[in-house]
C-alpha cells in the first residue's frame, strides 16, 4: 500500500478497499483517513433527486455520482454524491477523472461523516476552485451552497430550507434546484 518512496498511495488504499468494503458502502478517503457510510433510502433519494435535475440539462457523461476523484490535500480521494465535469472533461491514464475538471459537488450529509462534508471536503473543494459546491443536509433540512473559491474557503454561502429552490442561474450549472421533494431524516 505503498509507492516506491514507501509512502501511502490513494490508489493503493482504494485498491486495497474495493476488495473488503461490503455492499452497500460507500468510501471516501479524507486527509487520509477511511469512511465507510451505508447507503441510506433518505440518501439516495436527495441525490437521485440532484442527479435528476441536472440531467435536464446535462448529457449523462456529465454527471456522476460516487465516483472516485482526487482533491488537494493528503491523501483526499472522494466519491463525491453528486459530480457535475465540464464538456472537455478526459479520464487520465489511470481511468480517473481530474478535479480541474469538476464544475460542481453536492454532498449529501450522513450522521457519522457530516463533519468531513462541512470540513475538510468543503475545504479540498475549495482549494480545487470547484466553483458551486452544494451540502444537502437532510438532518437539519437545509440546503448550503457554496460559491465563489478563494485560498482554501468559498467566499459566497447560502442556505436554503428544504422545500424551497436553490437558486444557481447565476453560477456554472446555471439552474434552479427544486428541493421540495427532498426528505429528512
Not at 448529457?59 to 457535475?84: E, M, Q, W
Not at 451552497?145 to 428544504?162: H, I, M, N, R, W
Request: aromatic residues 8%.
Amino acid at each position: 500500500m505503498a509507492d516506491d518512496n514507501g509512502e501511502l498511495t490513494l490508489d493503493a488504499l482504494f485498491e486495497s478497499l474495493e476488495r473488503t468494503t461490503p455492499e452497500g458502502y460507500k468510501v471516501d478517503i479524507v486527509e487520509g483517513t477511511v469512511f465507510m457510510s451505508p447507503q441510506r433510502d433518505t440518501h439516495w433519494d436527495v441525490t437521485a433527486d440532484i442527479v435528476e435535475q441536472l440531467r435536464t440539462k446535462y448529457p449523462r457523461r456529465r454527471v456522476k455520482s460516487d465516483v472516485r476523484i482526487d482533491y488537494p490535500g493528503h491523501l483526499n480521494g472522494f466519491a463525491t454524491d453528486v459530480t457535475l465535469v465540464s464538456e472537455a472533461a478526459e479520464k487520465d491514464s489511470k481511468g480517473l477523472w481530474s478535479c480541474r475538471d469538476v464544475e460542481f459537488v453536492a454532498e449529501v450529509v450522513s450522521k457519522g461523516t457530516a463533519a468531513n462534508d462541512y470540513g475538510p471536503k468543503r475545504t479540498a473543494y475549495a482549494d480545487a476552485e470547484v466553483p458551486v459546491h452544494l451540502v444537502a443536509d437532510p438532518y437539519q433540512g437545509k440546503c448550503r451552497l457554496f460559491t465563489q473559491p478563494k485560498a482554501g474557503d468559498y467566499l459566497t454561502e447560502t442556505t436554503v430550507a428544504f422545500g424551497g429552490d436553490v437558486d444557481m442561474t447565476n453560477t456554472l450549472v446555471g439552474l434552479t434546484l427544486r428541493t421540495g421533494e427532498f426528505p429528512r431524516d
